[in-house]
Nanobody, 123 residues
Framework: QVQLVESGGGLVQAGGSLRLSCAAS????????MGWFRQAPGKEREIVAA????????YYADSVKGRFTISSNNAKTTAYLQMNSLKAEDTAVYYC????????????????WGQGTQVTVSS
């Protein structure tokens, strides 16, 4: 069983930065790929970024390319999402998730989810 705990959300002004962390209960990234998703009020959940267990495969949604960076620690127990140049439309609850690469990218039937952390960007 994999447990994921997010942290690092908060309130920031537009143009600012935040770094989200997702701590896993095991060496998750040695086995699974991890992704960051977000869900804004009234909208469906969408994938933001993903990183494979090898660490050299990364995916970014078009809306965050050039602004967000996904990474992991060497121990492969924590994934990070560095968010720069934040915009009001980035406001959402952010979730980390873990599963196989294709499953994470598809965003459906992902087995492991964190509890979510709120990111609010004021304009």
């Amino acid at each position: 069983q994999v447990q994921l705990v997010e942290s690092g959300g908060g309130l920031v002004q537009a143009g600012g930065s935040l770094r989200l962390s997702c701590a896993a209960s095991a060496r998750t990234l040695s086995t699974y790929s991890m992704g960051w998703f977000r869900q804004a009020p009234g909208k469906e959940r969408e994938i933001v970024a993903a990183i494979s267990w090898i660490g050299d495969n990364k995916y970014y949604a078009d809306s965050v390319k050039g602004r967000f960076t996904i990474s992991s620690n060497n121990a492969k127990t924590t994934a990070y999402l560095q968010m720069n140049s934040l915009k009001a439309e980035d406001t959402a609850v952010y979730y980390c998730a873990a599963d196989r690469w294709g499953t994470v990218l598809a965003g459906t039937a992902v087995r492991y989810w964190g509890q979510g952390t709120q990111v609010t960007v004021s304009s």
